[in-house]
């Protein structure tokens, strides 16, 4: 009985972890797929910023391609069967493209804080070919930092229970001084101190946020408190309350709109409020600023917490961690990959108009009419809604 209900539990174990793997890993490949053809195909879309992102969505494709096949399945067959040469390289891979996706992470939140907190001085140097250079040293550094992986990761074998051999793809250090060292470095420079320069960049932005939004709030403030006291106190207004104007320079504008003949339907609507459109992406961009800060710790956090474990204590760490608990704890780094395009591109709304521009607009497209002489005139002043772009000022980054 009892070796039945163990089985199950391993069976269940075993199937979920496939179908979260497999649901990672498409929703990934997916979306970071999605930004990288939008970016390349929209030219409206490359700026400063969409140059990280897109930099960022490559390297987390990478991690998808790299990580996670070669992560799972050896975890279930309890053997590496691709050979030592894929051994190396998957290793080498797999630490670029994480290498590359935080340095990504921080260039962006350092981007950021200079064009919101720094905006004139950051006019100057914030170029295409400055992001470029950026870029550029990002992914040699990742390329130059990641070399032990090549090196020293190699196939092991092992025994299994039923006396059959394994072999599992390890880094073997030559002592363990070494094996700390590395480990450190990369809870260093991979962990602790890019957490600390997003949270500091992201915190500064939100404090310059949170300041307009009261700028704002106060203003409005400032404002109803004068449209009260001009209503109250203005009394040479005798049949109404003085707050309204009055209809005759209304009539009078509407006279000399049909004598210019440039009556148009954009006049009869009211205008939106800008000060609370400002304040309501102000806001969103202060909670996704947060959102993307606790991500990046929950992510991140278990796997180089348990490498540095590892460092120090691997004995006792692979002997708890082994099989299905560090298979979830890679899993959830991994998560990031999917995470990243939602957070840094399906939220911003421009990204999505381009989105839907680049796919649904190719494929709803018509071949073109004949146009008369009078719809030419009277569409002459019409947009079309695949070439359509509209550009926000109050859109969250």
């Known amino acids: 009985m009892i070796v039945k209900l163990v089985t199950v539990v391993f069976d269940v174990d075993q199937t979920v972890r496939i179908f979260l793997y ?58 590496f069967i691709f050979g030592s040469a894929v051994c190396k390289a998957v290793a080498y891979f797999m630490g670029i493209s994480v290498s590359v996706s935080t340095f990504s992470l921080v260039a962006i939140s350092l981007e950021r804080y200079s064009a919101i907190c720094k905006p004139l001085k950051s006019r100057v140097w914030q170029t295409k070919s400055h992001a470029f250079k ?6 040699l550094l990742s390329v130059i930092v990641m070399l032990p992986y090549p090196i020293y990761n190699t196939l092991v074998p092992f025994t299994r229970v039923n006396n059959s051999t394994g072999n599992m793809c390890r880094l073997l250090w030559p002592n363990d001084f070494t ?23 992201y915190g500064l932005i939100s404090r310059e946020l949170y300041s ?17 006291s ?9 049949d109404g309350d003085g707050c309204y104007i009055h209809s005759i320079k209304r009539k009078r504008t509407i006279e000399m ?7 148009s339907v954009k006049t009869n609507r009211p205008r939106s409020n800008s000060s609370t459109a400002n304040l309501t992406a102000k806001k969103r961009v202060i909670r996704m600023l947060i959102v993307i800060v606790v991500m990046f710790f929950i992510c991140w956090t278990p796997v180089f917490s348990v490498n540095a474990w590892r460092a120090f204590d691997k004995n006792s760490a692979d002997k708890l961690l082994s099989g299905t608990p ?17 957070i840094y591109c399906f939220m911003n709304k421009r990204f999505r108009m381009a989105l839907l521009a680049t796919f649904l607009c190719r494929i709803k497209r018509r071949p073109r009419m004949r146009e008369t002489e009078e719809e030419r005139r009277t569409t002459s002043g019409s947009i079309s809604r695949c070439t359509y772009t509209h550009v926000n000022v109050s859109t969250a980054p």
């Open 326 to 342: 560090i298979s979830f704890i890679h899993l959830l780094s991994y998560t990031s990959a999917c995470v990243n395009p939602i």
């Open 257 to 263: 709109q049909r004598l210019s003949g440039s009556i």
């Open 22 to 79: 497999c649901l990672f890993f498409i929703l990934s490949v997916l979306g970071n797929v999605l930004i990288i053809a939008v970016l390349l195909r929209n030219k409206r879309l490359r700026t400063v910023t969409n140059s990280f992102l897109l930099s960022l969505a490559t390297s987390d494709l990478m991690l998808c391609l790299f990580c996670m096949p070669f992560t799972l399945i050896p975890n279930l067959l309890k053997d």
């Open 212 to 228: 307009g939004i009261q700028f704002e709030a106060n203003r409005r403030k400032r404002s109803q408190v004068r449209k009260v």
């Open 134 to 139: 950026v870029i550029a040293a990002t992914w």
């Open 179 to 201: 094996q700390q060292s590395w480990y450190i470095f990369l809870l260093l420079i991979l962990f602790l101190v890019p957490g600390v320069v997003m949270t500091m960049a």
């Open 230 to 238: 001009s209503c109250g106190s203005d009394s040479k207004y005798e």
